[in-house]
């Protein structure tokens, strides 16, 4: 836990609350899988459906206790990254992900458009009475 000796608004006493944070997720990340495999197994010989209930009340309970541990640290106001993270995306990255991002939902949107009026030219066709 923190050092309760540190002054509660220092930056020191916040990063180490951080890294308590992240030691604590991926706890709660190890218990889910956990749960998560159990829920997998569960029609499988040799499950035993005990250890997946009692799986997901530690996860329930380890939730509750991460939730309470950034709301009292004031943690939780920020995002968790893992902490192999060293340095965050360069701007010309972040500008070619939301440049394709767009493209792929311009070419979409265009697709669908297409496919409406194509579907609209097809009801109105039959429609139309035939003359023979």
């Known amino acids: 836990m923190p050092d309760t000796n540190l002054d509660p608004n220092s930056p020191e006493l916040f990063k180490e609350n951080i890294k308590v944070a992240q030691a604590h997720l991926r706890h709660v990340q190890s218990l889910a899988r956990d749960a998560l495999d159990g829920i997998e197994r569960a029609y499988q010989a040799h499950t035993n459906p005990t250890q997946t209930v009692a799986s997901l009340a530690t996860l329930k309970q380890s939730l509750h206790d991460l939730s ?28 070619d992900q939301t440049t394709k991002a767009i493209k792929t939902l311009f070419n979409r949107n265009s697709q ?4 409406s009026a194509v579907a609209a030219n097809l009801l109105t066709a039959s429609d139309v009475p035939s003359h023979r």
């Open 112 to 115: 669908n458009q297409e496919s």
């Open 68 to 95: 309470e541990l950034l709301r009292i640290t004031g943690v939780g106001a920020l995002p968790l990254l893992a902490s192999d993270v060293t340095e965050p995306p360069q701007e010309n990255q972040l500008a």
